[in-house]
Structure formats: C-alpha cells, structure tokens
C-alpha cells in the first residue's frame, strides 16, 4: 500500500508540473509574406505573437528545418563581451544599451549588430534582448548571428516581463527554455499501416450499410 501511495504521488507531481508548462511553437516561414530576403540590406519583420512566459516551466519550439538551425541547442545567455565567438545558436543577451547608438532605444537591429561583432562563425539563430521602447523583451530569429546586415524576424513579445523586473528575469533564461524539433516524414511501415486502418473502416462500414 504504501509503494503505491508513493507511486501515485510521483505520478500527479510529474502531471501536475507538465500541465503547468506551456510550449510556444514555431514551425513556419518566418518571412512568409515578406519580400525580407530579396531586399538588400538588413529588414526586420515584426508581427510578432504577443505571449506570457513563464521562464521556470515554459518552451519555445522552434522546427529546425524551417529555421535551418541543427537539433542541437548551443545556448548562451551573458553580456555582449563574454558571449562565445562560435558553437552558439541562442543568445540571452544581458547588455541592454548600446553605446554607439545611445540617443535611441535599444531594439533588435542593435542587439543584432552587438551579437555579430561578437560571434565569428556563420550561422542561422536566435536571441533574446530586452527592447528600451518596448519596456519588455522579445525573440528574435536572425538568417546569420555574425552578420550585421543579416535578416532578423521578430518571433515572440514576452508581456509579462516589462520593466526592471523584466531586465531582472533576462539573465534566469536557460537551454531548457528552447527546443528544436523536427516532424519527421512517415515511415513506410506507417503509411501502410494507415491504409490498412482505413481500408478495414471502409470495409466494416460497407457490411454495416449492406
């Protein structure tokens, strides 16, 4: 009685805890609709999804093939100066200004620059800043982390986290906080195992009309 007692206990602790977490999904063109990769020159494409994130529990899963990243998430969440220069395809990034442009709010294109004169090794990727005008922080995708003219989308505006609260939470931001999936095509094996199913529905429904 007493294993079993424990048993389910363990069980509604993991249920209960999964139920909590929500994963926020990704897995279009994220320049579907925009002319973004035929233009020269940096374009930034908002119409972003407006979300609550709860850093402790929740995802962001993002399809791997339709962004062009590996499965693998190689994470990084610092200031700009101590950020690794390769084997990173997600930025947290902690620096909020950018001295250079210091007369407008800090948004994307300046996270972006301040990542690509960092990062030395090309490649497709994302990363979180926390936007002055905004008062909040948002997911970016960018075609290429070390170059500065490269295209960035805005994929998720965090809401919940606005203000000095929010600036506070950016450095809590983990790996465990990203995904890359990968939907993979159907097996033969499974193909054939639907036309089966089908075809036996079919059949059990012909006798049931005759």
Known sequence: ???????????????????????????????????????????????????????????????????GVGSQVQFANNVVGS????????????????????ATPFAAGNAATLIANQITTSGPGFFIYFNQGLDLPRLVFSTDLSDSNADLKILFRMT??????????????????????????????LLMTMACAFFAAGCAWRRCRS
Request: charged share 15%.
């Open 83 to 102: 950020l690794p220069t390769s084997n990173v395809n997600v930025v947290v990034l902690r620096t909020f200004d950018d001295d250079a442009n210091s």
């Open 160 to 189: 919940n986290l606005t203000g000095p609260s929010g600036r506070d939470a950016i450095p809590t931001f983990t790996a465990s906080n990203f995904e890359f999936t990968t939907v993979p095509e159907p097996s033969a094996a």
């Open 1 to 67: 009685m007493y294993r079993f007692t424990l048993s389910t206990a363990i069980v509604v602790l993991i249920f209960s805890t999964s139920a909590t977490a929500t994963a926020f999904r990704f897995d279009t063109d994220p320049f579907a609709g925009s002319t973004a990769l035929s233009t020269p020159g940096r374009q930034i494409v908002a119409g972003e999804s407006f979300i609550s994130f709860n850093i402790a529990t929740d995802i962001f899963s993002l399809e791997s093939t339709v962004f």
